[in-house]
């Protein structure tokens, strides 16, 4: 697997790429062959990066109020709870919707890692995306 199994291997990532890359596919293949990676999503509930672009677009053109809805950038009705999907695979996740509960699924995580064992922590966060500057 590694030639330095003591290192711990930590993948952080968006809800957005989860969904938009093979986040089900990775999982299984974790499952599969028993790989001791720690999942981080930061569930914002929308493609920021994308949803950004868009609402700096709409700053150009329109003078005043921005569209809060953008089709096809938020990740809501319904809301996604990424912490069911590694259950189907047989691995162990939580779920974290405040802060002060953050350090404690850090350490179940790092626990499942030194088991050996895969993990994922589902970490709501904001829609910071009105905040974002895009490439534009």
């Given amino acids: 697997m590694s030639n330095k199994p ?3 291997v930590i993948c952080i990532l968006g809800d957005g790429s ?4 093979n986040g089900f596919s990775a999982l299984w293949t974790v499952a599969h062959y028993n790989i001791p990676i720690l999942y981080i999503i930061d ?11 868009h609402i700096d677009y709409l700053k150009k053109m329109k003078e005043g109020d921005i569209i809060d809805n953008i089709i ?13 999907a590694p ?3 047989g691995i162990q996740s939580i779920s ?3 802060p002060d509960y953050l350090k404690e699924a850090l350490e179940k995580g790092i626990e499942s890692l030194n088991l050996g064992k895969p993990f994922l922590i589902d970490v709501k966060t904001l829609d910071t995306s ?6 534009l």
């Fill in 6 to 8: 003591e290192r711990k």
């Fill in 43 to 53: 569930n914002n509930s929308c493609f920021s990066s994308t949803k950004s672009v």
């Fill in 130 to 135: 009105k905040f974002l500057t895009s490439w």
């Fill in 18 to 21: 989860f969904l938009y890359g």
């Fill in 72 to 84: 096809g950038q938020d990740l809501k009705d319904p809301i996604i709870d990424f912490s069911f």
């Fill in 87 to 89: 259950k189907f695979f």
């Fill in 96 to 98: 974290v919707d405040n």
